[in-house]
């Protein structure tokens, strides 16, 4: 009932910056959160940064400082702005949903199919 689709991923030398774009779509009433996850190889998924409804953002220690998330609410879109990139922040980005659609009585939560961010040295 919901699609997510990722953008913006890519291969950057460290220092570098890139932009991460997650557009929702479907049969969608209101939105609680979008947020964005990421899994190195051989790691668990780990938060990196989500925005609620209301605009109350949250980051990762890791990113903080570096990394900004931001939100279209008319166009169901949300933003990483990621600068100042390190080796360690390469892995597969993930898109995570959570919101609630037109006959369902819990919240949904959908996972994008992912996009990797590659940081050279």
């Known amino acids: 009932q919901v699609q997510l689709v990722e953008s913006g991923g890519g291969l950057v030398q460290a220092g570098g910056s890139l932009r991460l774009s997650c557009a929702a779509s479907?049969?969608?009433?209101?939105?609680?959160?979008m947020g964005w996850y990421r899994q190195a190889p051989g790691k668990q998924r780990e938060l990196v940064a989500a925005?609620?409804?209301?605009?109350?953002?949250n980051y990762a220690d890791s990113v903080k400082g570096r990394f900004t998330i931001s939100r279209d609410n008319a166009k169901n879109t949300v933003y990483l702005q990621m600068n100042s990139l390190k080796p360690e922040d390469t892995a597969v980005y993930y898109c995570?949903?959570?919101?609630?659609?037109?006959?369902?009585?819990?919240?949904?939560?959908?996972w994008g199919q992912g996009t990797l961010v590659t940081v050279s040295s």
């Open positions: 925005i609620t409804g209301f605009g109350i953002t």
């Open positions: 479907g049969r969608i009433f209101s939105i609680n959160s």
């Open positions: 995570n949903f959570i919101g609630n659609s037109p006959g369902l009585r819990r919240p949904n939560e959908v």
